[in-house]
Every structure is written in structure tokens, then in C-alpha cells.
């Protein structure tokens, strides 16, 4: 029976303003790679891990678990999206050989229980690079998806604005949105990132919001005529000029706020008046609520992806060890596109 | 032709900070009681006024010209809703003696121009006090009626919160929800209010705000398993702590957020991450978008009244004179129900 050592990233400590590296560590331990008999657990080794905004909040102590993520646990790796293989399976769902997307261990080799086992995609297309299931085609994808067309109902024409348009998921939805028609601004945090928001994306415009000193002035600028659906990721001082700029019955899918994940409190939002005054929404949403959609993103990304139509950027840390940066850089914005960690590539 | 006084109230100029009712003046000009040849306007005898909160925001010098409610006019009488008189019509929609609700002139005799005069509502059953159709069967009403049913989809059994609960909407939201099975609790500014919605309007519970030092704590006293709907009025303090207790999918309607309209800077929001926690919408109305639902809105809502299983609570200011300090107090929290002047009862 093979026994293995099993590189594992934990957190040292829970962390509150701003993560740094020396806040995670690798480790190591040993595994044996057999599941003990009648176990109905996955025993899968991992090969690419998902570094993704939200993961900020379970580095901290949360007090409401009710939130979507508990708090990582200190005393073993931390968890989070990735693509996997299936070395033996206790889920008759799965075989040996099976390529996976879902909730694993920031580790080499990951024993992922029955009732999680559940939550796993089978990878059916490998006709693309794997490591996309950790971002266009997985969470980061679906998110994209159902904040855009789900949450907004876009129409062509239509005046979109994404923040953190770069990322992940605001790459992909920039692209979206291209695709029906809208008029598509992104901003984010580099020249870098600017430029391929408007040369590899195909956004309209874009620009860097740690130039502009006066973002509602910058929003009216690129915006004159105002905003229809933004996409928004940063909340803080961008949803503040944003709901400056609103059109009638404009909407905002609520993804994410990074911009305030290191704060000791969030900053405060002033002008939600403009909602009432623009007839306009504000929605939230977690995307695990509507996972019963992907068959349908699928068949409408893929032959996307294949016939170039979208495309898509990684920013890709080679092994483990990266992780810490990695993980930490995501925080910092210093990733340009999809933040992954490579654990192995087979 | 008769040649009448005209008592009129008018804004002696724009208003930042707390409005006095100095800032608002009678003063009496003449008006002959008849139209002229083939005009299309229509001549009427203003019998009750309607204060609103939306109307403080006309009382500032708005920059902004795409609100829904411009700044008054400082040369004529403020307007607003009202219940008036058809004394001559040039609209072959109303003839002499009508009874009609909708936006007139805070003065004796109103002429509407044309094109005003296409979104008065004629006034068919007079079995009610004509007073309400300034209230629960007007404007205010149909605001309960379309933040509640339309933008909230309640469900029997729901856990539903509504701020300045014993204003002109308020009380009627609440009355709404307990009729449909809900548990509702409201909150006002004074014991005498919230009297009124545990003892006249059936509340579940209700609080007085300005004796509770920690908002967050207060609602979670009285909503231990959270909010599913927010019938939000006030804004502020009061919309952060409720996005703290805010329940799965919840929905916050917004109607208005009158603790703000008299600040220089509105208060900032800072749990606006709770929205994505909880999958839960927030969305901004104007009634006047929904005007097309007031038939159906009648056919609720009259039979309720007349059965007395929807009682409504006015706070009646007699004479033109008494207008400033009435439109005044309504900023300041000092009416207890909805707030109307009497210009003449016939």
C-alpha cells in the first residue's frame, strides 16, 4: 500500500487587514493512497488550485457562520476550487482516472468526504486546458454567467460597467457582454490590465481606477449617457460613483467587494438614494445557488471558447510553495487574470 | 366673472440642512374663475393637501434635473397631491364637480395646465372621507401597495420590518402584512406611535427607534430568526442594521429614506457585503411608474376600509396657514399618521 508524502498549505492564524505570505505555510505529511474498505470518499490528487476573491473572508475569525464560507480551519489545509483526478472512489458516481472540478484541499493529494463528494462536476471536455475549470469553466465562469444574464437581464445596447474587469469573472463578463451587443467599460488597477481589458477582451474602454482621483468623474466620462447593469466586485468608493451614474431601472449584480474584504470595517456607502431615485436594483447572489445551471453555461461557453469567440487570461504560480503569494498577491491585485496554482499537471 | 382671492403657499428660497417654516410663506393674489376660450386646462377648488416626505427633496436646489421631482418653483405656490374640485374644465375628461386627486398647486384655486391634467385620477366613490384619497386611497396607497405586493412578492408567514411604520405608507404596509399572514414589527419616533401600531393598526411589535442605542440589537430582539422583507423608509443607521439581520433571498423595497433628506452629505452604508451574503435585493421604486395598477389597487383596498379590516390614521392641519408648520413637522417626525392640510372641506 503506497504511502506518499502529501505536501499541505495551511493558515497560521486568522487575519484581519492585510494578509501577508508569512500568514500561510507549506507542510508536510504522509498519506496512504487506498480509502479504507466500504469508505464512500474520493481519495483524488490534485493538480490545480483556484485562488479566488471570497477565500479572503474565510482567512478570518467569522462570527456569523451563516455566512457562505465558514472560517478555514487552522489545523488542516485550506480548502477551496480546484480540478482534480480521481485516484479511487468510494462514490460510484466516480472511477479512477475521473478529472473532477470542485472543493478540494490546498494539498497534493486530498480525501474529500462523501457528503462533499457530492458537490464534485465530472470533466467531460478535456478538448480545452484543464486548468480553465478552475476559472472560465467553473465557479469563476458560472458566476459570470449568472450575475450577467441571470441577475441583470442585459438587453443589446445596453451600458455596462464591470470592476475588477480583469479577474476572473470580470473578464468573462466583459466578453458577455461584448458578444450581445452592450457597450462594455471595465476598470482596474494596472496599465497592464488595462490594456488587455481593451485589446485581448475587446472592451470598449477602460481604465485604471488608481489614476482617477474623482471616479464619478471618470464614470461620466466613459458613461455620459449613464450606467445600465454594472457588475460589481470592488463595492467602497466605485459603487459610491456608480450610484452616481445609474440609469432608469439600472441594475447591479452584487458578486463580491474585495476592495473591502482588509478592512477593519467597511467603508460607508452614501448615495444609495439614486437606487429609489433611478428605479434601480441592487441584488446579491452566490453562485452555488444556481450550479443546477451549468449544463446550460456549458453548451453555451464552450463552442465559445473553441471557436475563439471568448478568450480568456490565467495568471498561473508554479507549485505549491507558490501558494502563499499567490494567494496573498490576489488580495493585493498583483495577479493579471485568473490567479491559479499549479500542483501538478498530471 | 367672478374675481376671486387666492391664498397661496409659497418656498421663499432653496433649503439646505433642517427646514423652518419660515422658509415657506402665504401670500394672496387674485384669480378670475373662468378659463379662457377653447383653453384645455382645468380650474379647480382645492379642498385637502398632501404632505410628503419626497417633497423636502424639491425644497433644495436639485443639480441633478433627472430626479423624479424637480426643485419647486420660487415664483408660484409649491405643488403637490391633493383632493380637489372641478370647477371648469377645458379637458372633456372632467366636467364641473368632479372629484379628482393627483398634483395641484398648495393654494385656494389651482389652474392644471394640460398636460398635468392627464394624470388626475377622477374620484368615483365618495363613500370613504375624500381625504384619503391624498393617503391610503392615493398616492401614499398605491406606494404601500406597489413596494409591498409588487416589488416584495410576499408570502404568508414572512418576517416583515417597515421603518416611519406610522407614516401615510407605513401603517398601510404593515396592515397589508398582517392581513396576508405575516409577522410585522415597525418602527417610529415617539411612544405615542408606537402605541398606535401595536393598538390601531395590529402590529406584532413595535419599537421607538430614538430609545434604542444599538439599532442591530433592537432587531435582533425582535427578529431572532432575521428579515425577509424591509420596507425601508428611512435609510441610514436604520438600513445598516437591518442588512445585518437580513434572512436568505430577503427583499428590501426602497421607498424613501427620509432620515437623510436633511443632511449635507447623506450618513454612509457599510454592510451593503450582507446583500451578497444573503442572495437578498435591494430596489428602488417611484410610484408613478405603477399608476396603471390603481383600479386593482382599489379593488383591494376599498372593500378592506369599508369593512374596517384597514383603518387609517391621519393628522389634520386646518387652513392654508396652518401649511408650513404641517409640510415642517412631517421633516421633524411630528405627526402622528398622515399628514394632510385642510383648504376646504367643500
Redesign the interface.
Known amino acids: 500500500m503506497a504511502e506518499v508524502s502529501n505536501k499541505q498549505l495551511l493558515l497560521r492564524d486568522y487575519v484581519s487587514g492585510f494578509p501577508k505570505e508569512s500568514d500561510l505555510y507549506v507542510t508536510s505529511s504522509t498519506l496512504k493512497l487506498k480509502l479504507p474498505q466500504g469508505s464512500e470518499e474520493v481519495l483524488v490528487k490534485n493538480l490545480y488550485l483556484s485562488c479566488d476573491p471570497y477565500m479572503r473572508n474565510r482567512m478570518k475569525k467569522l462570527l456569523n457562520p451563516?455566512?457562505?464560507a465558514d472560517s478555514f480551519n487552522l489545523h488542516s489545509p485550506i480548502s477551496g476550487y480546484g480540478v482534480a483526478k480521481v485516484i479511487e472512489s468510494g462514490d460510484p458516481k466516480f472511477k479512477e482516472g475521473d478529472l473532477v472540478w470542485g472543493i478540494t484541499g490546498w494539498e497534493q493529494y486530498s480525501i474529500i468526504n462523501a457528503t462533499q463528494a457530492q458537490t464534485l462536476f465530472k470533466i467531460h471536455d478535456t478538448d480545452v486546458p484543464l486548468s480553465y475549470y478552475t476559472g472560465i469553466l467553473g465557479m469563476p465562469g458560472m458566476t459570470a454567467y449568472v450575475g450577467f444574464y441571470e441577475l441583470c437581464s442585459p438587453k443589446k445596447g445596453e451600458y455596462v460597467f464591470i470592476s475588477a474587469a480583469s479577474g476572473a469573472v470580470g473578464q468573462l463578463v466583459g466578453q458577455f457582454a461584448k458578444l450581445l451587443g452592450c457597450y462594455v467599460v471595465g476598470s482596474a488597477g494596472s496599465k497592464e490590465k488595462v490594456d488587455l481589458l481593451k485589446t485581448k477582451f475587446g472592451f470598449d474602454e477602460a481604465f485604471n481606477y488608481k489614476e482617477e482621483p474623482d471616479l464619478d468623474a471618470a464614470l461620466k466620462r466613459y458613461f455620459p449617457e449613464g450606467i445600465d447593469i454594472y457588475f460589481e466586485n470592488v463595492?467602497g468608493k466605485m459603487?459610491d460613483a456608480v450610484l452616481l451614474n445609474l440609469r432608469l431601472h439600472a441594475r447591479i449584480a452584487?458578486?463580491?467587494?474585495i476592495s473591502?474584504y482588509n478592512l477593519e470595517?467597511?467603508?460607508?456607502?452614501?448615495?444609495?438614494?439614486?437606487?429609489?431615485?433611478?428605479?434601480?436594483?441592487?441584488?446579491?447572489?452566490?453562485v452555488t445557488?444556481y450550479y443546477h445551471l451549468y449544463p446550460k453555461f456549458l453548451e453555451l461557453v464552450l463552442p465559445s471558447i473553441k471557436q475563439g469567440k471568448i478568450v480568456y487570461v490565467e495568471d498561473v504560480a508554479e507549485g505549491l510553495e507558490s501558494g502563499p503569494a499567490a494567494l496573498v498577491g490576489l488580495f493585493a491585485g498583483r495577479n493579471v487574470g485568473k490567479q491559479l496554482v499549479v500542483v501538478s499537471r498530471e
Open positions: 451563516a455566512s457562505y463595492g459603487l452584487g458578486c463580491g467587494m473591502q470595517r467597511p467603508e460607508g456607502v452614501h448615495n444609495l438614494m439614486h437606487l429609489i431615485l433611478k428605479q434601480a436594483r441592487l441584488e446579491g447572489f452566490v445557488s
